[in-house]
């Protein structure tokens, strides 16, 4: 039995000022008593350390909204008020809520509990609209993160056999191809091209230190960096191969973008590949309507690697602003019964991007048929980056960040990671699923709401439509 993979986690303060759902402010009426220092469990209320006599200013951060402080004073003397930049920050994807869980995740890389139960929503699109069965939550052996049976997260990158074939004297005359085993279904795509140097460093040396892959355009990977390259997954121009040689040749695998001349250059540019190294090739496809139809394709032509790529939101890519686009849930889930169907599904590796904000989404996308996942955003997030929806997507990252070390950047990141493995191992316990690959489209051991809603109520406003007709 492998060792069972483990993430490291240590708490990484940021000292820069973030998004809080809530303010405390301390009102010139305070008497300096302390009662709030009493009440408050979180220790969100201090003395100062220059002067105890006096109240320090409340600490937003470990705030949990019990509201005992503001019952318990005296004087009145606490208000409490929504932050203005918590109702305004990110959209209708990335809610306020889901910055503040990464945020919190990353500065310590622990599951965030409130002890006020779940108060999320039951319903609503994309992977809200989908519940994972939990039945196995209640067996006393449940494993989760507490080790007691091994659980594999690893998941295998590349081509497989969908048979094997001997010969008479039970020789294997199959040819088995080359895979990439990483260890968790998760790698990193960088999201924006603007990031610093020591932000990317520090996401090469996560990823490397998670032992997953990060994809980086090629004329990124720098010399300071490419003692990384077999964490790196160099995003590359098929005219470029010979430019780059020396790269290709020490990397494990490299990507293209698609573009429609690739589905009969595809064998060609794979043998090009493979005369310089092993290295493995991914196809990045953009979500579009025809996606699954591409994608298919592809894999007939020998991909080992497709990755789908919606957009920020997880929606579909191109059409009109007011045109109903399938959302990452259905987009998967059409890609992976398009490969069921042509009989090729276990022969190509499947990533999709776009969309991913939390944990449970990992599962969520490999139950519909993805085999892994890659994120970017939640990566830019864990160390304070704010995303705003409206009226336009704009990126904007803190201000001080060029003053934060390279190594806090890094472990914030490795933290995130491993809260979200740890939800990933409690998501699995919870299913009795002992390996990772087992989760790729076993949507029977999940629950659609549109599935449901049409079982329970379809007939009903069938039959109102045909009397109103």
Same mark, same amino acid.
């Given at each position: 039995?492998?060792?069972?993979?483990?993430?490291?986690?240590?708490?990484?303060?940021?000292?820069? @000022?973030?998004?809080? /759902?809530?303010?405390?402010?301390?009102?010139?009426? =305070?008497? #300096? *008593?302390? +009662? &709030?220092?009493?009440? !408050?469990?979180?220790?969100?209320?201090?003395?100062?350390? @220059?002067?105890?006599? /006096?109240?320090?200013?409340?600490?937003?951060?470990? =705030?949990? #909204? *019990?509201? +005992? &402080?503001?019952?318990? !004073?005296?004087?009145?003397?606490?208000?409490?008020?929504? @932050?203005?930049?918590?109702?305004?920050?990110?959209?209708?994807?990335?809610?306020?809520?889901?910055?503040?869980?990464?945020?919190?995740?990353?500065?310590?890389?622990?599951?965030?509990?409130?002890?006020?139960?779940?108060?999320?929503?039951?319903?609503?699109?994309?992977?809200?609209?989908?519940?994972?069965?939990?039945?196995?939550?209640?067996?006393?052996?449940?494993?989760?993160?507490?080790?007691?049976?091994?659980?594999?997260?690893?998941?295998?990158?590349?081509?497989?056999?969908?048979?094997?074939?001997?010969?008479?004297?039970?020789?294997?005359?199959?040819?088995?191809?080359?895979?990439?085993?990483?260890?968790?279904?998760?790698?990193?795509?960088?999201?924006?091209?603007?990031?610093?140097?020591?932000?990317?460093?520090?996401?090469?040396?996560?990823?490397?230190?998670?032992?997953?892959?990060?994809?980086?355009?090629?004329?990124?990977?720098?010399?300071?960096?490419?003692?990384?390259?077999?964490?790196?997954?160099?995003?590359?121009?098929?005219?470029?191969?010979?430019?780059?040689?020396?790269?290709?040749?020490?990397?494990?695998?490299?990507?293209?973008?698609?573009?429609?001349?690739?589905?009969?250059?595809?064998?060609?540019?794979?043998?090009?590949?493979?005369?310089?190294?092993?290295?493995?090739?991914?196809?990045?496809?953009?979500?579009?309507?025809?996606?699954?139809?591409?994608?298919?394709?592809?894999?007939?032509?020998?991909?080992?690697?497709?990755?789908?790529?919606?957009?920020?939101?997880?929606?579909?890519?191109?059409?009109?602003?007011?045109?109903?686009?399938?959302?990452?849930?259905?987009?998967?889930?059409?890609?992976?019964?398009?490969?069921?169907?042509?009989?090729?599904?276990?022969?190509?590796?499947?990533?999709?991007?776009?969309?991913?904000?939390?944990?449970?989404?990992?599962?969520?996308?490999?139950?519909?048929?993805?085999?892994?996942?890659?994120?970017?955003?939640?990566?830019?997030?864990?160390?304070?980056?704010?995303?705003?929806?409206?009226?336009?997507?704009?990126?904007?990252?803190?201000?001080?960040?060029?003053?934060?070390?390279?190594?806090?950047?890094?472990?914030?990141?490795?933290?995130?990671?491993?809260?979200?493995?740890?939800?990933?191992?409690?998501?699995?316990?919870?299913?009795?699923?002992?390996?990772?690959?087992?989760?790729?489209?076993?949507?029977?051991?999940?629950?659609?709401?549109?599935?449901?809603?049409?079982?329970?109520?379809?007939?009903?406003?069938?039959?109102?439509?045909?009397?109103?007709?």
């Amino acid at each position: 039995m492998p060792k069972k993979y483990h993430i490291h986690t240590k708490v990484m303060p940021l000292n820069l @000022d973030y998004v809080y /759902k809530f303010r405390i402010e301390r009102g010139e009426n =305070c008497i #300096n *008593c302390g +009662r &709030c220092t009493k009440v !408050c469990i979180y220790e969100a209320h201090k003395r100062g350390k @220059d002067d105890p006599r /006096k109240m320090a200013d409340p600490n937003t951060v470990v =705030c949990r #909204n *019990c509201f +005992r &402080c503001i019952q318990e !004073c005296p004087r009145g003397a606490l208000e409490k008020s929504l @932050d203005k930049d918590f109702l305004n920050i990110g959209g209708s994807h990335w809610k306020s809520d889901i910055f503040i869980t990464l945020w919190k995740q990353a500065e310590d890389g622990k599951v965030p509990v409130t002890g006020a139960g779940y108060r999320g929503p039951f319903t609503g699109q994309g992977f809200d609209s989908m519940w994972t069965d939990m039945s196995e939550i209640v067996r006393p052996t449940r494993d989760g993160i507490h080790g007691r049976e091994y659980i594999s997260t690893s998941v295998e990158l590349g081509r497989k056999l969908n048979h094997l074939t001997f010969d008479e004297n039970g020789k294997l005359l199959s040819k088995i191809n080359d895979t990439v085993d990483i260890p968790i279904p998760i790698i990193f795509d960088v999201p924006v091209d603007n990031l610093s140097p020591d932000i990317a460093i520090a996401l090469i040396r996560a990823a490397a230190q998670l032992n997953t892959c990060v994809v980086l355009p090629v004329n990124k990977v720098t010399a300071d960096i490419k003692k990384y390259i077999k964490n790196i997954i160099p995003l590359i121009y098929p005219e470029e191969i010979d430019k780059y040689q020396g790269l290709i040749k020490n990397a494990r695998i490299v990507a293209f973008e698609y573009a429609e001349d690739i589905l009969s250059t595809l064998p060609a540019l794979k043998e090009k590949i493979k005369k310089i190294s092993n290295a493995l090739t991914i196809v990045r496809v953009p979500a579009t309507k025809s996606v699954e139809t591409i994608v298919s394709k592809l894999a007939h032509n020998g991909a080992e690697i497709i990755h789908v790529v919606a957009d920020y939101r997880g929606m579909e890519l191109n059409g009109s602003v007011n045109e109903n686009k399938r959302l990452g849930k259905d987009i998967i889930r059409a890609v992976h019964l398009k490969l069921v169907e042509d009989r090729i599904r276990d022969e190509v590796t499947i990533i999709f991007s776009g969309g991913i904000a939390m944990a449970e989404h990992v599962p969520k996308a490999m139950l519909c048929g993805a085999d892994l996942t890659a994120v970017d955003l939640p990566l830019l997030i864990a160390f304070g980056t704010r995303l705003y929806e409206n009226p336009e997507k704009i990126i904007v990252f803190p201000e001080g960040l060029e003053k934060i070390s390279t190594r806090t950047i890094m472990q914030r990141i490795i933290n995130l990671m491993g809260a979200w493995h740890s939800q990933l191992l409690e998501v699995m316990g919870a299913m009795g699923i002992r390996e990772a690959r087992r989760l790729r489209g076993e949507t029977g051991r999940a629950i659609f709401f549109e599935e449901i809603d049409n079982e329970t109520f379809g007939k009903i406003f069938k039959e109102r439509e045909k009397a109103n007709i």
